[in-house]
């Protein structure tokens, strides 16, 4: 069955530390992959997808993410994390085919920013 | 650009009572998306829209009915309002023909709650 896990409920960083989000998934063809992050309050915004080409992909905020396929894995990035980072954190899978064509989301991961 | 708009942003409702989530975008999207989050579950797919006129059922449609009479709006009508409808929804909306690849745009949320 197709599905998205984010292993991690909720991480906690410090400051200007380096951050991962772990997303792996489960599905046949090939994916399309999201990334989406939800501040406090609001709705879910884009950070970066990932279809096809080059497997690093550049998002906004100065996230990046790293598709690997024989890993089935998706995981988000960021060099050096702002307070302002601090939110929930949804990978997504783009899945063809069944009843409904459809994005499949993760859990969440909740993270929090210490000063 | 408003972009997806959601009213109200929160409203509790007695059990057996009913109401529609109001939902707009001045994007002129074609697809048009209600989703539920429920703690700890991620996003749920409840109906979409290809365009006016056109809606199918997601994931989760128990309980929800819609309607599309035009592009910009995408009510959401719960009837009989059980307490399993308390949560947060979620409405979307993307450009193109193509749910699975394309960003969505995601409404702040209206926050239910069935007492």
């Known amino acids: 069955a197709q599905s998205v896990t984010q292993p991690d409920i909720h991480i906690t960083v410090s400051e200007g530390a380096s951050l991962e989000l772990r997303c792996n998934y489960s599905?046949?063809?090939?994916?399309?992959l999201f990334w989406y992050v939800q501040s406090p309050g609001q709705g879910l915004q884009l950070l970066l997808k990932?279809?096809?080409?080059?497997?690093l992909v550049q998002g906004i905020k100065g996230f990046e993410a790293e598709f690997k396929r024989s890993q089935s894995s998706f995981n988000l990035r960021k060099p050096s994390v702002h307070w302002s980072d601090a939110a929930e954190y949804f990978c997504?899978?783009?899945?063809?085919?069944?009843?409904?064509?459809?994005?499949?989301f993760g859990t969440g991961t909740l993270l929090a920013v210490q000063p | 650009n408003a972009g997806v708009t959601q009213t109200p942003k929160f409203r509790i409702l007695k059990i057996g009572q009913s109401m529609t989530l109001q939902c707009a975008q001045d994007m002129n999207h074609n697809y048009m998306y209600w989703y539920r989050q429920d703690p700890g579950m991620g996003l749920k797919l409840i109906y979409y829209?290809?365009?006016?006129?056109?809606?199918d059922k997601g994931e989760v449609p128990n309980g929800y009915n819609v309607s599309r009479s035009t592009t910009e709006d995408f009510p959401l009508r719960l009837e009989l309002a059980a307490p399993s409808q308390t949560s947060v929804y979620f409405c979307a909306s993307s450009p193109g023909d193509s749910p699975v690849a394309d960003t969505q745009y995601f409404g702040p949320g209206t926050r239910l709650t069935v007492l």
């Open positions: 599905y046949g063809a090939t994916p399309y």
């Open positions: 990932y279809f096809s080409g080059d497997t």
């Open positions: 829209s290809v365009g006016a006129g056109i809606t």
């Open positions: 997504a899978v783009g899945v063809y085919g069944g009843a409904t064509n459809k994005l499949i």
